[in-house]
């Protein structure tokens, strides 16, 4: 999703499928699918054995039915240290924000949860900033079971708390956008990216707006340290807490229904995590790389799993509403390097949005990333591949994070 709410970082992408439904109701642009070939995908590996450190992905229409190129999967949450827990289903998995987010409703507020509080001893609310909008809600601490994993006692954010002193989101929030509220297409967010906490700047300021403590008057921005901020569950396992690897099967021309995948935790540290012989591509220090297209350098690029197309600057193809529309399938490529030189070439497709609206999974759909900037390579980048997230100051046999491989 493009989620990140470091001050250091620039928010990600989130695109919903009401923006594609736009672009299909625009009907501007070729339609159809056309005769050219689009390159295959490269085989993907087979997803890995049920095991303590794996978790089912499923791509589908998510819990409204309105989802396109969603990966989901299953989260527990627990009141810490009890048995009194909730398991919550179509959680997006999004590699490009930090830290779990969950809808009120999911949750269910008899699901006490305690409050996290800032110096002041007011309890802290969160605005969740992405490129397209915000979510408001609280910050509360609870155990977090994926798999067999657990990250205990961590504070997440509950999207939509329905607590009075949350009823009214604040100004420094309000005006960063559209506020999605609990209506995210899904029941929450798993944030898994290259970092660990979602705000450093946050520990020693206010200024970024993103913590607000909140009292029966108002909420108003604080600093929070990084022990209490919404943290990417992973560096809180026990073991395998290095990084990830999402791996998922390629998808043909045109689209599928549904896919089924695997979201691996840890990098080496078992059998079923070994890097292989993938390219470790290493980020900078706003976990980004360059990315080489068509002769134009784009410095502010990323790989991310929550935005529903691969997105980037390209006038030549004709667009509808945001998203490609060309009249036949464009076979492409473009150049990934590193912040240490590594480079590699990705091959990869973009079809009209006209032709795959309306499948669940669809390799190749792609549009025009807008004043963001940069090269996002979102869900459709992941068909084919495992790819692997290496988080910020880990070790893993492939170097310390933060970095990317494929």
């Not at 949450?77 to 590699?95: E, S």
């Not at 929030?173 to 899904?186: H, I, K, M, P, R």
């Not at 396992?237 to 099967?249: E, S």
């Not at 995948?261 to 995590?273: A, C, E, K, M």
Request: glycine share 14%.
């Amino acid at each position: 999703m493009s989620g990140a709410l470091s001050a250091a970082r620039p928010a990600r992408l989130l695109f919903f499928l009401d923006l594609l439904l736009a672009a299909v109701l625009a009907g501007c642009g070729g339609g159809g699918s056309g005769d050219a070939p689009a390159p295959a995908p490269a085989p993907a590996p087979a997803p890995a054995p049920a095991a303590a450190n794996t978790l089912a992905i499923t791509v589908d229409r998510g819990p409204d039915g309105s989802s396109i190129n969603s990966p989901f999967v299953t989260v527990t949450v627990c009141a810490p240290g009890t048995t009194d827990c909730r398991t919550v289903d179509h959680v997006l998995v999004d590699t490009g924000s930090f830290g779990l987010r969950l809808v009120a409703p999911a949750v269910n507020p008899a699901l006490a949860l305690p409050a996290v509080t800032n110096a002041a001893g007011l309890q802290v609310g969160e605005c969740g900033h992405f490129a397209s909008g915000f979510v408001w809600g609280s910050v509360r601490r609870a155990d977090v079971k994926l798999a067999g994993e657990t990250a205990a006692n961590l504070p997440i954010q509950v999207v939509g708390d329905p607590a009075a002193i949350f009823a009214t989101v604040p100004r420094g929030c309000s005006v960063t956008g559209a506020n999605f509220g609990t209506d995210l297409g899904a029941n929450g967010i798993l944030g898994i990216g290259v970092f660990d906490q979602d705000c450093p700047g946050c520990a020693n300021s206010a200024a970024p707006a993103v913590y607000f403590g909140c009292a029966a008057s108002g909420c108003t921005s604080t600093a929070l340290p990084l022990a209490s901020q919404v943290s990417n569950p992973v560096r809180a396992f026990a073991v395998d807490n290095n990084g990830v690897a999402l791996v998922l099967p390629p998808v043909p021309l045109g689209g599928v229904e549904s896919l089924s995948g695997t979201l691996i935790f840890g990098i080496g540290t078992r059998s079923n995590n070994q890097l292989g012989t993938a390219t470790v591509f290493a980020a900078d220090s706003r976990g980004e790389f360059t990315t080489v297209y068509k002769g134009t350098t784009f410095g502010s690029s990323f790989i991310d799993s929550g935005s529903n197309g691969i997105f980037f600057d390209d006038a030549t193809i004709p667009l509808c509403a945001g998203f490609f529309c060309p009249p036949n399938p464009l076979a492409l490529s473009a150049v990934n390097r590193s912040a240490t030189g590594v480079s590699g070439t990705v091959n990869f497709s973009v079809e009209s949005v006209q032709s795959i609206s309306r499948t669940a999974v669809a390799a190749n759909l792609g549009g025009d990333i807008g004043q963001l900037g940069g090269f996002d390579w979102g869900l459709p980048f992941f068909f084919g591949r495992q790819v692997f997230v290496g988080i910020s100051g880990a070790s893993t046999p492939g170097g310390n994070g933060p970095f990317w491989a494929y």
